[in-house]
């Protein structure tokens, strides 16, 4: 049996050692956390949008970066078959998910996301809200991240991208094959994000040149880090 000393010195210890935790937990916090979601067929992790993940980690020395894990997908053999739509349902849902798990861990940290081509539009999706009704997903669906603490985001070749929002940037004065109604932009985010796309990308806009939608990153990238800084 314990002794009364003893049980006091291990009640005091489990006392001290909580805030303990907590404070290992806090520390454990990056100040930044990048979300980034790679664009259709590309391989697990970043694909495109790692240029522009990397020259945020490059800047801001203690920050942490996670790829979205989602199928990229847009029907072919060898991303497993899945359907644009159903990669693109599956994908806002997998944002949802891990951001808002990080979000609850690490509150205070500030969270940016960087998205290229399908990347972009689940990103999209879950933080600017009203689903996606040319990909079959309802806003009930789709789930939100508007609630958490995030300072940046990077669209780069938005299927969803809108003429006239605030937030474009680039040549492109038409939709995207998936693009939102207009009028219809990301509400109290619209001064948080820069959205991407020239006249020539057949994705975001109604262009012929595949090698446009590719080149985002290259052209844009220091531009998309010059934003991401001045919101940080």
Do not use: W
């Amino acid at each position: 049996m314990y002794t009364t000393a003893l049980l006091t010195a291990l009640l005091s210890a489990t006392a001290l050692a909580a805030p303990v935790e907590q404070q290992l937990e806090k520390r454990a916090c990056p100040g930044i956390h990048i979300f980034g979601a790679r664009e259709t067929t590309a391989s697990p992790g970043y694909g495109s949008a790692g240029a522009v993940v990397n020259k945020i980690l490059a800047a801001h020395s203690g920050s942490t970066a996670e790829a979205i894990s989602y199928p990229a997908c847009g029907g072919g053999s060898a991303c497993g078959g899945v359907s644009y739509s159903n990669s693109v349902q599956q994908g806002t849902k997998a944002v949802v998910a891990a951001v808002s798990k990080f979000a609850k861990s690490c509150p205070s940290t500030e969270i940016v996301l960087v998205g290229y081509s399908q990347g972009s539009e689940i990103f999209d999706n879950a933080l600017c809200g009203n689903g996606d009704p040319k990909q079959g997903l309802s806003a009930s669906a789709a789930g939100s991240i508007a609630s958490y603490n995030i300072k940046a985001a990077i669209f780069m070749g938005d299927p969803r991208f809108e003429v006239g929002a605030p937030y474009n940037v680039g040549t492109c004065k038409a939709g995207g094959f998936s693009s939102r109604p207009s009028g219809q932009t990301c509400g109290n985010y619209n001064s948080k994000i820069q959205s991407y796309c020239d006249a020539a990308d057949p994705y975001c806009c109604n262009g012929n040149n595949a090698a446009t939608h590719n080149g985002y990153a290259n052209e844009y990238g220091s531009k998309a880090l010059s934003f991401v800084n001045s919101k940080l």
